[in-house]
């Protein structure tokens, strides 16, 4: 559950330099949106001209969104630099003794932070990222090492922060080292443990209407179970007709598109195999793109309600003669999407878009107390 809302992004320099929330996050942020900068086209183009207040192809990163973080643009070269390099730059740039490097501090990540600002070249990234890596808060350790995946001559040294970050009990940290592992190491077994669904649940009486489906690794979780916070609160506040019995349907929650063609197909079977076409669907992150392949392969469905759902609109859009309404609930510059390289929005006018006044936690759109506290009943 969320401490607080975090509803003011923290500008560049500024975000190395505090310790709040806000700070935490908005740092975390910005290493992804460095990072991003270095791939390949038109990912990279895309986020820059985010960063200079364009509209950039596909619009993974909406300016409006980005601009307040003050991100410095760079220009990638294709560079890759060994951790041995980059720690010479650091020494040699900022005069960083051993012991800096190994643990910089806040006041001198703050003042690597201004000096990235002012001249944003692929080894004053890359140096960025290594210090990052000795951060005290594991959110910016696990960003600055999927950020430090595009400029490593050795990504596999970025293996360790992200594994650990699995573990996390932060579902933030937890999603977004996921995410950052799936990309670079997709057969990692850590990933196919996250896939392996959880024991025994509570249950209720089936419903007809209404069905929540997870996204990507979250099988094991249980809010979205029967007797999960999430599944209680919809079903008590929002939904009394939400399935509840326990064979709920789950899919494996892998990474990839073959796993969510899969999971569509299997959706699809579970509702036809119940009589419950034209039942509502609220889906959270790549569930949203199980459902709309379902709706391709033929499955009528009620009102689709994705929730921090990753924008891939060549590979995942609904059948709109199909599914009644389409409804998407999400928050500001979601950290596992940009690790996802999705778009942070749907551009397609028959998709109702509500974008919350809330920031980063791709997680937040299915808690209660952000239900609660930003009235979501009165967007569907």
Known sequence: MPEHDITEPVPFTEAFAREDPDAIHSRAAALLLLGAQMEEEPVAFSVRAGVRGTVGPGDMAPPEDVEPLRVPVMEPTG??????????????????????????????????????????????????????????????????????????????????????????????????????????APEHPRLAEMREPAGGEAAG?????????????ARGGSWWRPGGDFHGYLLQTVRPDLYAAADRFDWSGGYSDAARALGARDLAGWVRQRGLEGLDLFTH??????????????????????????????????????????????????????????????????IRENVLPIWFRHSDPHEPDVWRRHDVPALL
């Open 79 to 184: 560079e890759r630099m060994t951790r041995e390099r980059v720690r010479g730059y650091l020494s040699e740039q900022m005069a960083l003794a051993p012991e800096e490097i190994a643990e910089p501090g806040p006041e001198r990540l703050a003042e690597l932070a201004a000096r990235v600002q002012e001249r944003p070249t692929v080894p004053m990234a890359a140096a960025m990222f290594e210090a990052s890596l000795q951060d005290s808060h594991e959110l910016v350790r696990v960003a600055a090492a999927i950020a430090y995946l595009e400029a490593a001559a050795d990504p596999l040294e970025m293996m360790a922060p992200l594994v650990a970050g699995t573990r996390s009990d932060d579902p933030t940290v937890r999603d977004l080292a996921a995410t950052g592992l799936a990309r670079f």
């Open 285 to 350: 992150s790549h569930g949203g793109s199980c459902a709309m392949l379902a709706s391709q392969q033929g499955l009528d469905l009620g009102q689709l309600v994705l929730l921090s759902c990753p924008v891939h609109a060549r590979k995942y859009s609904p059948d709109f003669d199909r599914v009644r309404e389409v409804v998407s609930i999400r928050v500001r510059l979601d950290l596992v999407i940009l690790a996802d390289r999705g778009g942070q929005r749907f551009r397609d006018p028959r």
């Open 205 to 217: 009486e089936p419903a007809h209407t209404a069905l929540l489906v997870h996204g990507t690794f």
